[in-house]
Each structure stands twice: as C-alpha cells, then as structure tokens.
C-alpha cells in the first residue's frame, strides 16, 4: 500500500517562530542529541551508521534523526547487534570469538586481542604435517621394520596406521570446517564437540603426547648425529664390551639437553622464524626422498656396490674389521686377517678357534643388490627374533658347531630388541602421528577453515605414498640382512637407507638429520600452544598460569613447561621405549576426534554444517574402532594406563573444573538418552519394586529470597542419596512480569544450597498471585513425562495459628488433600529445624515406626531409605502397632514380624494395646476451647467487605441523627431490614442498645456452648495415641506415623490442624506419612 509523506523543511518551520521561540527549539534539539548520544553509549557499544548520502556539513545536525529506523529495537540493543554491526565484526575476524551477550564466545573475547602471524595452508598446515610425519622413523626404523616384519606384513602395518590417520582427518575435517576453529586445534575441537571433560582430558594427554614426541624427534637427531655423522663426537666411549649402549644412552642425555634449550630459544625468539627454519628444513627432507627414488631408479642398471660379509649364514659387523677373509695373499705368503684373530686365540694359522667359524667359510654378498634382483621374494615374509639373536641369512649354507660361551664379544650382528608384530605398529605408529600438527597451530592460520582439511589430507595422502612405496622398494632393493641390521654395523656403520641413496649417503644422513631436527621444533611450537588453550580456557584450575604469555601471543611459560617435560623424555634416553607410549596418546586423541564427529553426525544437531561434505559417520565410527584396535594391539598395559591417566583428568575436571556450556555433542547425546528413556518410561506407572519416592519438596522462601528451613534439603538428600528424581519447588506470590528478578535470584539461592547439602535435582520456582494456586501448580505440573514426582515433602507449619501467616493452615490442608486427590504419598516434616543435617552422625537411638493403618508400605519402606544414609545408619529400626480390644495382640506380634522377614527387613517389633475407657475431662476441655478459640476467629474475622459495609452503616446512623427526622426513601432502602424507613432519636438509642445486647449476648453463646460429640472421639484418639506414642518413643531419634486425612467438612479444617498438633505434642523430630493409595514394599522377588 503506497504511503505519502509530506516534507516540511525545517528552515521554514523556523522562519514561521519567533527568535526565542527558535532559540528554544534550538536548546530542545541540543538535549535531544545529548539524549540519543547518551542512549547509543548504553546500548550496544556502536555507534549507528551514518547514511553516506549525508554529507559532512549536515551530520551534526541531523544527529537527532539517526537510528530512528530501528527504534523499535532500541531496548534489545543492549543483548541483541545490529546485524550491520554484527557483520562487521565478523568480516574482521581475528580468532577471538564475537557474538552478542548471550553468546559462549563473549567470555572468548575477553582475552587480550593479539597480533600474531597469519599462515596460510601450504606454510601453515601442510608442511608442518610433512615434517611431523617424515620424521624419524621413515630414515632410521622403516627398513629394519620392512626386514623383520617383511613387505606383506609390513605393508599392512603402515596401511593400518595410514588408514587410521586418513579416517581421523575426515572427521577432523568436518569439526573444523563447522565454524571457527580458534587457537587449540584439535583439543578445541573435541572440547567444543564432546564438553570440557573429555576435552580437557585428551586434550592434556594429547599435549603431552606431542611434548614427548618432540623428546623423540631429538633423539633421532642424535642417534644421526653420533652413529653416522660424527662418531668421534661422542662424550662417553664404552670401555669394555657390552658397554657401548649405557655410554650411547649417557651421550644423548648430554646432547639432547643441549640441543632441547637450543630449540627452546629459537622457539622463544618468534613462530615465524620456526616457519622460516621449516623451509630450510624441509627442502632437506624432499631432496632425501627424491634421492631414494633416485637410488632405486640406479639399481636398476647400476647397483651400489656395498659388499656384507657372512660366517656361514651369519652376518658379520664390518666395524671391527676390513677384509672379509680368514686369509690373505701377500708376497706369496698366507697370512691371517684380523677377522681370524677376532675368532682364534692367536693370529697363527694353528691357533684354537670358534668352532662355528672353523667348521663355516666367509662369503661375501651384494648388499643392495638392486630392483631387478628378484630379492623382493626373499623379503616378502616376516622374520621376528629374540633379543641378542644373530642375524642370519635365510637360503645361506650353514654348518652348525657346539654351543659358543661367549658370544658378545665375536663381530656379529645381533639384534637388540625381541621384535614381534604388535610390537612393531607400536614403534611404526608415531611416524604418521604429525597430522594434528597444522590444528595445533590453527591461532596462527588465515583461513582454518579452509586450510586444516586440505593441508592435513594432502599431507597425508603424500606421506602414505611416500611410506607404502618406499615399502616395497626397499624390500625389491636391499638383501633381508641389511634390512634386519637397525644401526648399519655390516655396512661400515653407514645409515642402512643411506646405502640405497643416490648420489651419496650423505644427502640422506643429512636429510633425516634436519627432518628430525624440523620435526621437533614444529612439536615445541605446537605443544605450547595446546597448553595455553587449555589453560585459558580455565576449565583444569592448576594450569590456569600457563595462560599467559608475551604482548604477541607467544606461550613463554607453557613454552618451559614443555621444554621441561621434554627433558624428562631425554633423560630416559631410549626412542624405541618411548615411542609406544606416544602411539597411546595420540591413539586416544583420534579415536576422540572420530567420536565427536560420529556423534554430532548422529545427533544432527541444527548447528552440524560442515563446509567439508566428504564425511559420514560410518567413517567416524571406523576410524575410532581402528585407533581402539591398535591401542590395545600396541600395547594393552600402555592402553589401560593411558585410559586410567585420562580418565584421571576427566574426574579432575568434573570435579575441580570450572562449569561451561559449549552446546557439546555429549550434552546432545544426553538429551536424546533423556528424551528416549522418558518416552520408555511414560507406557505406564513402576512395578511395586521398581517403586522409590520421586520427591516433590516445598520450600518457603523469606523476604530475601532466602530459604528458610534448609534442613528440609539435608533430609532430602539422606532420603535420597542421589537416586531417583528430586524437584525442590517453591512458589514467589505476584506477577511474573513483575517477579523476574526476584525469581533468578530465588532460584540461585535454592540451588546454591542445593549444592551445600549435596541434593541431586531440579530447581523449579512458580511465580502466582495467589499462594494456594502457586502450590497447586506445582502438584500438578512439576516433572515431565514419566519423570514425574510421586511424592510430597513439606514442613510442618509451625506458625499456623498466626494470621499472617502466608502458609496458612488453610493452605496446608488444601495441599494434603490436592496430595490425596493426585494420588501422591505425602510426608511433612514437624519440628525441621531439630532435624541432623548431612555431617552429623547418630551412633545409637532409634527410628520408631507407629503403624496405625495401612498406607501401602511407605512406613516400613522410608526407614530403610534413611539407614542407607550415614547420619542413620547406626540407628535401630523398630516398629509399633496398636491393638484394639478385640485383636489378639500375640497373634498380630507374630504376623508382623513373618512380614518383616519377608519383606527382607530387620526391625523390633511390638504391639501397644489400647483399650476402650471414658472420655477424660482433660480430652473434654482441650475440645471445648478449640471449638471456642475457632468460633472467636469466625466472629473476629470480618471480611473486608462486612467490614466497609459496617462502617459505611456507622456512617448513614450518624448523619441520621444529625439531620432531619425524614429520609429519602432511596437511602433507607440501602439500610439493613432493622433500620426503619423514618429515624427518631428513640429509636435510634434503642437500636443502638439492641446491637450492643446482641453482640455481648454472641460472646456469652462462645462461653457457653457444648463442645461437637465428633470433635471429642477425635481429640479422644489423638490425646490416648500421643500419650502411647510419648512413652514409647519420647527418647527415639525420629518417630513416623500414620497422617490422619483431613475431615470432608471444610468447616473442620482449623480443628484438624489441632488434632495433629496434639498427636505429635512432646516429640522432637516428626515425620508425618500419608501414602499415596497404592502398595510401594512387596514380599515378592
């Protein structure tokens, strides 16, 4: 519908006003705009747009009219942005979270804003992964691993670990490009998917995973440095035989501390020097690769010539000798070689010798003897050994002599370790655990989103082919023996894939030496940076000062908790022990990886929308089942420790940490179990023994919203020890609009003493106008589904004869019968405030039970409920009933204790008797001035309107009297039928004189009435039971009895109130029990 709009310049509207009227106008406009200004700073924070059709001259005056379009909005500025002002900031995203108030990132972005270097994916994520993953094990174990193990076996391990990775960085993938990804890679990514528990406790695991890998990487850096680089460097030299691995394992102690505070430095210096080292470090590894292929391209037509020395199928270490003879030539002269004296006790050719190498001739065979060998058959299969066993070459003749004595000391190539296939995945799998390192660094990246996915996959699907084919070219390439030698001992001590290497060995000795050297300062990069996110996040208190770091971001004191811990790994010195241990925690950070993303698959959840659309979750779930697998396929004790570890954190945090709302899968999860179980549970109402109280407990607040008996919830929580439902309920009398503040406080309040008493349940606060209705609702409404309450517990009123009394009697009675009309148990609590609270413990008393009638069982079933409980556990259980004059009250003993014993309870049991006597005086005159006391309040208690009608007929007498005799007969209509139509002053005197004669002759009618025949058989009941029940349980701990029901006379409510009063006079602590019309105990299995 077209609108018009008639524009009146404002000039002219000036012109039409005098100058002090415009003067004013202009004063008015000036506050105006001081207004809005003041309105825009208590808003959002931002200042509304300017419109760019308004030039710079006519701003200022026209800053009354801006942000008048949304003034609708203007009060939601506050919590809800301008979507303009929203956009805004997002396109200047700077990995510190935005969002309005209610937000989860709003505490984010309290942080401090820092300016750090931006990668991008190729710098960023790929090549630290390349690193990572072409580290250490690819140069120095992947040949010994294809010689044991044999390229079948081989093969499937590295497809196993392969196929692992390649799984979790789908799933990774999906979390990563579901929204930002901040600082904190993969631990904010399980955090945020599965809650800080299992996010903490991975994510510290993970940490120290990548800390300990880092310690690894520097020992391969050593391992190259002192075995084929430059052994001559070394510090500790073994002085006798068999000492060379404690004086190796010395060696790198003293390197690896030096080179770790080297890194450390560097890493402290800047990220972006890391970066610009990575390069350098890199190019290494690619030339190293490319030399292998190189190699093996050589082979084809022009092996290597590495020749390897075998006594009989036995391979020799070439470190001690140089010729492979027993004999040599020389001048026509035979002479022994230093092979012979290695053997024989002489170097004369008569001298005593091993007998193995007496009965066995020295060959000499091709180490590499190149691709088109056909060696590739010999090394297809596996050939596993116990440590100290001798590498032999299968196929080779061999004359087998006595047992040898001493066998350390002769030149053979022993193996160091027992290798078997589990084994093995353990040593091989932190090779390709580098794929978490671009997440790690995602502070750092332009584009996480975009960068995490392609860098980690295609580093991944780059490194699987490297190690598959590398695979099969080494076993195609080199002879088994080689492959089997972990240190190169037959080939002079050279890197065994050095050997294959083209041109020389030396680019792969170097390559694989600043591999591993880039690989351990992208693990000191990357593992501070996880400690900071997990610091910062606050949810694990004692890391909390790891948080901090430099005025760029840098993590300084994460940085020296990492290099500390690093040492700790260098001091243990040996990488084929720590390399299991580092499998089981990054194992663990996958299979959680591959566990959020299947579970947000699963839930669907409305904010699951992953950019990345190659995922499902039958990939999650194999992935995760893999990592599992090859936990426990490792090592099963490094498995279960791992877990416990983990599991350590995790109650840490649930414990210690602090509370957070991520919106996390396993809160989703939790909500679908929910929502699954209660509509289970709704087909119908619990068997008698799956039967327990769901309690229902009303609180009443003060001015303060403040409880007032919060011993209520201590018995709550003995009654309940956690089980079941519990929903603690009060009502705020007055309009929920007006009543919201006062509700939030209340329900903090509730629920911090909730927290103090250690009462599991909900909160639920009822703001009504009315009291009564306020607890009606409640009765009704609390609970949901079949997660509803079948159980009220309230406290006595203890002020029920005042008035103003907002819990009024009156509103006690109506709640036991609203109970009774829902069929729901009822227990009130008298005398609350003398009940124990949780640390209090009873070591003796009793807890007595007055059996009167039969309410389903919930007088024996409470008792027992509460001994579960230390504050009653030590208290004694006994049971009474009452027994008329014509019950045999041995017969009943008996009854009732074969019930007890079948209901699998144990208590003393006895039976009071009371017999039939007179009504007492006392009984009599109790019920006399009940009757009295409640015909006084009928009388006193006017009503408001009896009382404006009473004084508005004071009124009209007194102006009759003083006015003429006569009275419109419109005003005498409106008097009562005793106020005739004409007033004379007689009259008048004698009307006044007649009220007052009937209202002293009511008094009198009180004072002498009889009390009702009803009213005293029951005062009767209660004043013989209360002095039974005094003198059997005056001294017990606590006394429950059967609740009579209200009388279905309204009339009597006040005089039913006195009756339970008078029941329960003398007791200290009294629970007073109405079931609920339905058996809850049952004597059967």
């Known amino acids: ?393 299968k196929g080779q003749p061999s004359v087998a002599g006595s047992e040898e004595i001493k066998m350390g000391g002769l030149p053979y190539v022993f193996t160091d370790i027992m290798t078997y296939f589990t084994m093995l995945v353990g040593i091989y799998f932190p090779s390709v655990t580098g794929i978490m390192a671009g997440s790690n660094r995602s502070g750092d990246l332009k584009d996480a989103q975009k960068s995490i996915p392609t860098g980690t996959i295609l580093a991944i699907s780059t490194t699987s082919f490297i190690y598959l084919s590398c695979i099969v070219l080494f076993g195609a390439c080199i002879e088994g023996v080689i492959l089997r030698d972990k240190f190169g001992e037959a080939v002079n001590g050279n890197l065994v894939v050095g050997t294959l290497a083209w041109p020389s060995p030396w680019v792969i000795v170097i390559g694989s030496f600043f591999s591993t050297c880039g690989a351990g300062l992208q693990s000191l990069t990357g593992a501070p940076r996880l400690l900071q996110a997990i610091a910062r996040d606050g949810i694990v208190p004692f890391i909390q000062v790891f948080g901090h770091g430099k005025a760029n971001g840098e993590p300084t004191w994460a940085l020296l908790l990492t290099a500390g811990i690093c040492e700790i790994g260098i001091l243990i010195a040996s990488l084929d022990s720590v390399a299991p241990i580092l499998s089981m925690f990054f194992l663990m950070c996958y299979m959680f990886v591959n566990l959020a993303c299947a579970v947000q698959t699963l839930l669907r959840t409305p904010n699951w929308r992953p950019r990345f659309k190659y995922y499902h979750w039958t990939l999650s779930f194999l992935g995760m089942s893999l990592c599992l697998a090859l936990m426990f396929i490792c090592s099963w004790y490094y498995a279960l ?111 911090a003493l909730m927290g103090v008493e250690k009462t599991k349940g909900f909160c639920q606060i009822v703001v009504s106008p009315n009291f009564r209705d306020g607890i009606s609702c409640l009765i009704q409404s609390a609970g949901l589904g079949g997660m509803k309450h079948n159980t009220v517990l309230m406290a006595w009123p203890e002020s029920w004869k005042q008035t103003e009394n907002r819990f009024s009697w009156k509103n006690f009675v109506d709640t036991v019968r609203e109970t009774t009309a829902a069929q729901q148990a009822l227990l009130v609590a008298k005398n609350i405030d003398l009940f124990p609270t949780n640390q209090e413990r009873f070591t003796e008393g009793n807890i007595d039970v007055w059996w009167i009638v039969h309410d389903g069982g919930m007088l024996m079933l409470l008792p027992f409920l509460l001994r579960q409980h230390k504050v009653w556990r030590k208290c004694k259980m006994r049971i009474f009933t009452v027994a008329q004059m014509d019950d045999n009250s041995i017969q009943m003993k008996k009854d009732l204790q074969m019930f007890l014993y079948h209901l699998r309870l144990n208590a003393e049991v006895e039976v009071v008797e009371m017999f039939e006597n007179d009504i007492s005086a006392f009984t009599y005159e109790k019920t006399l001035m009940m009757e009295q006391r409640s015909q006084m309040l009928k009388q006193m208690q006017l009503s408001k309107n009896e009382r404006e009608r009473e004084a508005q007929l004071i009124h009209d007498r007194n102006t009759a009297s003083r006015s003429a005799p006569a009275v419109k007969a419109s005003v005498a209509a409106a008097v009562p039928e005793k106020v005739q139509m004409t007033w004379t002053k007689e009259k008048f005197v004698a009307e006044k004189y007649k009220n007052k004669d009937s209202n002293v002759s009511g008094f009198k009618d009180i004072f002498n009435m009889k009390p009702n025949q009803s009213n005293v058989r029951r005062m009767h009941t209660a004043v013989k039971l209360n002095g039974v029940v005094l003198n059997k349980s005056q001294h017990a701990q606590l006394v429950l009895l059967n609740m009579p029901g209200p009388p279905k006379n309204r009339k009597g409510d006040e005089n039913y109130m006195e009756f339970l009063e008078v029941l329960t006079e003398g007791l200290d602590r009294v629970l007073l029990v109405r079931g609920s019309g339905r058996e809850v105990i049952t004597i059967y299995s």
């Open 1 to 393: 519908m077209p609108t018009s709009f008639t524009v009146v310049p404002v000039e002219a509207q000036g012109e039409e006003r005098g100058p002090a009227e415009r003067d004013g106008q202009r004063q008015e406009k000036e506050e105006e705009e001081e207004d809005d200004e003041r309105d825009r700073r208590s808003g959002d924070g931002i200042a509304r747009e300017s419109s760019p059709f308004i030039n710079s001259a006519e701003m200022d005056r026209g800053n009354m009219y801006e942000g008048k379009n949304m003034a609708l909005f203007e009060e939601e500025m506050d919590s809800n942005p301008m979507v303009s002002s929203l956009l805004n900031k997002l396109a200047n995203y700077t990995n510190l979270t935005q969002g309005v108030v209610e937000h989860e990132a709003d505490e984010d972005s309290k942080r401090k804003e820092v300016k750090v270097p931006r990668m991008g994916t190729f710098i960023g994520v790929y090549l630290p992964c390349l690193q990572n993953i072409l580290g250490v094990i690819l140069f120095l174990r992947l040949t010994w691993i294809v010689g044991t193990a044999g390229v079948l076996e081989s093969f499937i391990i590295v497809f196993m670990c392969c196929a692992c990775t390649m799984l979790t960085a789908i799933s990774m993938s999906a979390i990563a490009t579901n929204g930002v990804v901040p600082a904190g890679g993969s631990y904010y990514m399980i955090s945020r998917s599965l809650g800080p528990e299992f996010g903490g406790a991975v994510g510290l695991c993970f940490y120290l995973g990548t800390t300990f890998a880092g310690a690894m990487y520097i020992l391969g850096t050593i391992e190259i440095l002192l075995t084929y680089i430059s052994p001559s460097a070394a510090i500790f030299k073994a002085e006798e035989v068999g000492e060379e691995t404690e004086a190796m394992l010395n060696n790198m102690r003293v390197y690896g501390t030096c080179i770790i505070i080297l890194m450390a430095i560097v890493v402290f210096v800047g990220v972006k020097y890391v970066n610009k080292l990575a390069l350098v470090f890199l190019a290494c590894v690619i030339l190293s690769i490319i030399a292998i292929y190189a190699g093996v391209i050589k082979t084809a037509f022009d092996p290597p010539h590495f020749p390897i020395c075998l006594l009989g199928n036995r391979t020799l270490s070439k470190r001690s000798f140089d010729v492979c003879a027993k004999f040599t030539e020389s001048n026509n002269e035979t002479r022994t070689t230093t092979l012979w004296r290695l053997f024989c006790d002489s170097p004369l050719p008569n001298a005593t010798c091993d007998d193995y190498f007496s009965l066995n001739n020295v060959t000499e065979i091709q180490g590499i003897p190149g691709i088109m060998s056909g060696v590739l058959t010999d090394n297809l299969w596996s050939t596993y050994s116990e440590k100290g066993s001798i590498v032999e070459k």
């Open 641 to 751: 420790i791992a877990m416990l570890i983990a599991g350590c954190i995790y109650k840490y945090i649930e414990y210690r940490g602090a509370e957070k709302e991520w919106g996390d899968g396993i809160r989703g999860l939790s909500l679908n179990a929910a929502r699954y179980a209660l509509l289970r549970v709704e087909d119908g109402p619990p068997h008698t023994k799956n039967w327990r109280p769901q309690l229902l407990v009303l609180l009443n607040l003060d001015s303060e919203q403040l409880v007032k008996h919060p011993r209520l919830l201590s018995f709550t929580s003995q009654l309940k020890a956690g089980k079941g439902l519990t929903i603690v309920g009060s009502v705020l009398q007055g309009i929920y609009l007006d009543k919201c503040t006062e509700t939030q406080k209340a329900e903090e309040n509730v629920k």
